[in-house]
């Protein structure tokens, strides 16, 4: 496909120009990504992180991001998806890129790529590292979408990889097992690098294939590890003993998350100084939308991503250690191929009524399959469908008490649905079912 400037130059004919320029959503593979690389002569001077894993690749970037800013470091930061705006996916020092920079950036991809037909992300990618070499980052952060090992932010040569999880998602691209996925994964540890895995009991092949390439490969529990403390944790490893602050996110696995971080800042010290307040602050200060994200009060509100088995199984320790009084509503959808079964047989022992609808996604789970996977559960309580999340949010406010919580999760795009409505006025408790 020969290069064809949108008409639309603003922000939103820029994205819509380069979500149809490819006709698969997903093409694994480096060699067209690499091509446009080299023509636009993306090669960062400052050290790159690459972020990979099922879960907490989010929360660990965020991590990184706020230790480096407490540092006074100017930090790049490329993740995805975004909830609300596409601007969301860049931060350059802290804060989101404005669209003049992203449509220079994507100007600057499409000037470059001539004929090479590029996927959304890896157009969004080449974006990304364009914007952080402009801004004259000191350090760059880049989360990976799917797998690694051919994934488009794996183009560009780490200082540091971490693996912050391993569990079964995107099964179709990386393999139907643990140790396929694995493998895929470990494609982001480079020889003689520190190749960070915060997994508690990863596949053998992530290790097998950091042996075999030569990587200094640290593995949480063994190279380094953690002990909760009261009011903080510690950080130990061979080297070094730090005691911290619990970080800011919620959730049980963030010490996973958090000890991983530690161990790629300590390996970095010698490129990128940072000292143990710059850390205690970093953990103190980080934010991250939709990781079991507290957004109201009486009754609760809580946002979670948790749209797969090993997120579900998180996000209902999350709802085991922070009982409330009354019920848990839960405002509930999900993506098709999405392992809805596995999300649900961990999730619900701990939901009182359910709220149900269909994201507006192609990908999306219909009502009716939903119910069809929540009668395979035997669930008893009450489920209500709705004819969109919005809806179903909106019904489930009008039910919840003032010691009741309410929990929206399933996926990005239902947790988007009601960032989107969380600005508008809840309506009055007179609406039946």
């Known amino acids: 496909m020969t290069s064809s400037l949108p008409v639309t130059r603003d922000l939103a004919g820029w994205l819509a120009y380069i979500e149809a320029l490819h006709p698969a959503a997903i093409e694994m593979g480096l060699d067209r990504v690499e091509s446009v690389r080299q023509r636009l002569h993306l090669n960062p001077s400052f050290p790159v992180i690459i972020v990979a894993g099922t879960n907490g690749k989010g929360s660990t970037c965020a991590v990184l991001e706020s230790i480096y800013q407490s540092a006074d470091y100017k930090t790049g930061c490329y993740t995805s998806p975004h909830f609300v705006r596409y601007n969301e996916r860049v931060r350059i020092a802290g804060t989101e ?6 449509v220079r950036a994507f100007e600057a991809v499409e000037q470059a790529r001539g004929d090479i037909v590029l996927t959304y992300f890896e157009f969004g990618t080449l974006a990304a590292v364009w914007q952080m070499i402009e801004a004259g980052v000191d350090v760059g952060i880049l989360e990976v979408g799917l797998g690694g090992r051919l994934d488009a932010v794996n183009v560009f040569t780490p200082v540091c990889s971490i693996v912050t999880s391993i ?6 691209f990386l393999g139907n097992d643990r140790e ?12 003689g690098v520190p190749a960070i895995c915060g997994d508690d009991h990863p596949p053998a092949s992530l290790q097998q294939h950091a042996v075999e390439i030569g990587a200094d490969f640290r593995r949480i529990g063994h190279e380094f590890g953690f002990s909760e403390q009261p009011g903080g944790w510690r950080y130990e490893s061979a080297s070094v003993t730090y005691d911290l602050p619990l970080p800011a996110l919620a959730g049980d ?3 996973n998350n958090a000890a991983g971080v530690i161990n790629a800042v300590d390996a970095l010290r010698h490129i990128l100084p940072v000292t143990l307040e710059h850390m205690q602050q970093g953990l103190q200060q980080v934010t991250l939308n939709g990781r079991f994200q507290h957004c109201g009060q009486h009754p609760q509100i809580i946002l979670d991503v948790a749209h797969n088995p090993h997120a579900a199984l998180a996000l209902a320790s999350n709802l085991e250690s922070h009982p409330v009084p009354g019920r848990t509503l839960a405002v509930f959808s999900m993506l098709a191929d999405k392992d809805i079964a596995g999300v649900l047989q961990a999730t619900t022992s701990y939901i009182d009524a359910w709220y149900v609808a269909s994201v507006e996604h192609v990908r999306g789970a219909s009502v009716a399959q939903l119910l069809e996977f929540l009668a395979s559960q035997l669930i008893s309580n009450p489920v209500y469908t709705h004819e969109s999340v919005r809806d179903a949010y909106h ?10 919580r309410i929990i929206v999760f399933g996926s990005f795009f239902t947790v988007a649905d009601i960032m989107r409505e969380l600005a508008f006025p809840r309506p009055e408790k007179h609406v039946q079912h």
């Open 97 to 102: 890129v404005e669209d003049a920079m992203l």
């Open 167 to 172: 569990d079964l998602d995107h099964m179709d």
């Open 180 to 191: 396929c996925i694995g493998r895929e994964k470990a494609g982001v540890f480079r020889t």
């Open 253 to 255: 696995f963030q010490l």
């Open 395 to 404: 019904h489930a406010c009008i039910d919840a008490g003032e010691n009741d």
